[in-house]
């Protein structure tokens, strides 16, 4: 436990994988005096009550927010601005409110109409977490030795960035700060494209007859156990992802159907010494990333 409290109240606003394991981290360490969670689902209130992380669970947002200096949204990027705007007017002054979102210029946009002056907003996107979503699915070591990302405006309060950055480090990740555009088009091949990629894949599969779609499924080797992993993400995260990230997905897709393209010429020609050599560009890149600890 930390001596010293980072934030008396916390309100998580979306308690899914990302906000349910830093509540348990801000529980275990001590970071805040009380822990508020917020859910519109009946259902996920129940479970949230049952891990007994958290201190009091609403089922208003407004009411969840009220004397909390620090709010944490977990909901779909896409739901960002009507959920905001249903407790805006109870935020009080100077509070600091931050998300996890996989974008982060949308976010900025949306929220910029929404917020009263006197609120501190940090964007911020901890690059971490599973394809399982829920409550139940956190974890209190889901955040350690990876990456948060913050994303900061020329408006953002130098104060409420450290704050923010303290309590990710807390969760034991590196912060690093990065701009919005810049981080929106990275995200995208690193994150977004993967997953486009695997849905189609194994959407390709689903659209397959029934007896060779059972075959696939029985004899799946890994690389396509991998694919399903990834294919079975929250749908309505990355259904928003890949609208509010529309400029930076297409981009970087339209590189991969062009590399895509010359990858299929070198395999009808034979081309030897060209897949070679991609495949040699390929290790070299998986080598960096295991000598980075992002494996």
Not at 77 to 96: K, Q, W
Not at 228 to 254: H, Y
Request: aromatic share 8%; glycine share 6%.
């Amino acid at each position: 436990m930390t001596s010293v409290k980072l934030f008396k109240t916390i309100a998580f606003i979306g308690f899914g994988l990302i906000n349910s394991s830093l509540a348990r981290v801000v529980k275990t360490k001590g970071l805040a005096e009380k822990i508020h969670a917020y859910s519109r689902s009946e259902a996920t209130r129940a479970k949230i009550k049952k891990l007994n992380i958290v201190d009091n669970i609403y089922d208003n947002s407004a009411e969840a927010v009220k004397g909390a200096d620090l709010v944490i949204l977990g909901i779909p990027v896409g739901a960002t601005r009507d959920t905001v705007s249903t407790f805006a007017s109870s935020l009080s002054p100077g509070t600091i409110i931050t998300d996890v979102g996989s974008v982060k210029q949308s976010v900025i946009d949306k929220l910029s109409s929404v917020l009263p002056e006197n609120i501190n907003f940090v964007p911020a996107h901890p690059i971490a977490g599973t394809e399982k979503s829920g409550p139940e699915a956190g974890f209190e070591t889901l955040f350690e030795g990876h990456w948060c990302v913050i994303t900061p405006t020329k408006n953002t309060d130098k104060e409420a960035i450290k704050k923010v950055t303290k309590i990710w480090e807390s969760a034991g990740m590196q912060v690093a700060e990065m701009d919005a555009q810049y981080h929106d088009l990275v995200l995208a091949i690193t994150s977004h494209i993967p997953h486009l990629v695997a849905y189609s894949i194994v959407g390709t599969v689903a659209e397959l007859e029934d007896h060779l779609k059972t075959e696939v499924i029985k004899y799946a080797a890994g690389g396509f156990r991998d694919f399903t992993r990834i294919a079975g993400s929250d749908p309505v995260m990355w259904r928003d992802i890949f609208i509010d990230n529309k400029e930076a997905v297409l981009e970087m897709l339209g590189r991969f159907i062009e590399d895509l393209t010359a990858l299929q010429k070198s395999i009808r020609w034979e081309d030897k010494e060209a897949l070679e050599s991609l495949f040699n560009k390929t290790r070299l890149i998986r080598k960096g990333v295991v000598a980075l600890k992002q494996d």
